[in-house]
């Protein structure tokens, strides 16, 4: 039993999408950092307080489930608009993609000297920035796009605001590992499920598999195992951010199939799976459940929930709409740890 988990980072999508993802995201999670690269993207405080009263409509009935708003950073974003989106209580942090690095995000930041006086408005009243940490300058390989932004942006903006609030998000290497754990000042990261279980061969085992694609992209294994030991450490610079993503059937298997793993009605319960395998059971109260609301200065969700160990089968496919699915990931078809639901 552990206090209720919060995801830090998920994609709950609108319209029919949002109706299929919210109940499993509100199933398991009291609270979550809902990402606003919608199309068009979520870029002031007014637009996330409509997509908040959106996704509160389509709530499963009796749900507590609190929806954590962020705002696309483009270069028009304005100061004055996401400070008071913060001190509302609408807006809970920021959103940086460099522009054209994943999913829908044409918008974002095309040199990070625009967003400056966003930032230090930001620093100033202590509204976390949140990252899409890859370069999306495409003569840098895929594989080291991460590590290519700690390099040349990261290191530069800690530097100019030593006392910004970051997340570096859904981390996959080393580097990300390593300059989180020895950073000074306030940074912590999230680190997604499957992340912590497959490498990049996941994609490639015995054909193409665009369902194990997601941004970033999966790494090698020995990046895989530094992840393992880092959400395993009790270090409280790391928590959970499933970044669960859902897309249709037909734009994941296609000549460009898009990025993005679908997992939240399964995320905790794999989650549990490699703490039981790395021998760390007792660590995932923290990772899952307090060291996120430390870092976001909100205090553990007072519901629990119960995991038991009982393999069960996740559904494969959601229908979403009238004509089409989304695949849900499992590596392993069947799932180790189950959460009790409260009838149970
Ligand atoms: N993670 C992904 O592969 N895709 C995300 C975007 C993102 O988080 O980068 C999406 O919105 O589909
Ligand atoms: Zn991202
Ligand atoms: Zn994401």
Redesign the pocket.
Known sequence: MLPKPDDW?V?LRDGDMLRMALPWTARTFGRAIV?P?LDPPVTTAAQAAAYRDRIRRVLPDGSRFEPLMTCFLTDETGPEDVARGFAEGVLTAVKM?PAR?????AAGVTDIRRVYRVLERMQGVGMPLLL?GEVADQETDVFDREKAFIDRVLVRLRADFPALRIVL??ITTAEAVDYVQHAEGPIGATITAHHLMINRNAMFAGGIRPHMY??PVAKREGHRLALRDAATSGDPRFFLGT?S?P?LIQDKESACG????FSAPVALELYAQVFEEEGALDRLEAFASLNGARFYGLPPNTETVTLVQSPWQPPELLPVGEADHVRVFCPEGKARWRLLEPAD
């Open positions: 980072h994609h990402m690269n993609y690095s994943t999913t829908n995000s899409h998000e859904h997601c941004l970044d993503a897309h898009c990025a993005g793993i």
